[in-house]
C-alpha cells in the first residue's frame, strides 16, 4: 500500500508541476532575459518582446496540460490498486515516460508560435 501511495505522488508530481509552473508564468513570467529561469531558447532569447511573448505562451499551455494530464494519470493509478509492486512499477514508468515525452513535444507549439509572430531577429511581424 505505501509502494502504491508513493508512486501516485511521482505520478502526480510532473502534470503538477506543469500545472503550477505554468499558472506560475502566465500570471508572473520572468522579466527580463535570462540564461536560469524560463523558457530559454535561442529564439526566445532574441528580444525581450519574444521572451515574453514565450513565457506567456509556455504558461498558457504548460497550465492547460498539466491540468489535462493529471487526472488520467491518477486514474491510471487507480486501476493499479492491488497490484504487485512491480506491476505498479512497470505502469508507472510507462506513465512517467509518456508524461516527460508530452513535457518535451509542448515545446513544439511555443516554437512554431514564435516563430509565426516573430522575424529571424526576434522582431514582431505586425
Known sequence: ???????????????????????WFEKKPPEGINGVIGYRTKRSMKSQEAWDFAQRYMGRLWKRIGSNMLVP???????THGMTEDGIGNVSLVLIHV???VL?????????ALKQKFDENGKSKK
Open 99 to 101: 508524461q516527460m515525452i
Open 73 to 79: 494519470s491518477i486514474v491510471i493509478m487507480l486501476f
Open 104 to 112: 518535451l513535444v509542448s515545446i513544439y507549439p511555443v516554437e512554431k
Open 1 to 23: 500500500m505505501w509502494f502504491w501511495i508513493f508512486m501516485l505522488i511521482c505520478n502526480s508530481l510532473i502534470p503538477l508541476m506543469m500545472w503550477g509552473i505554468g499558472s
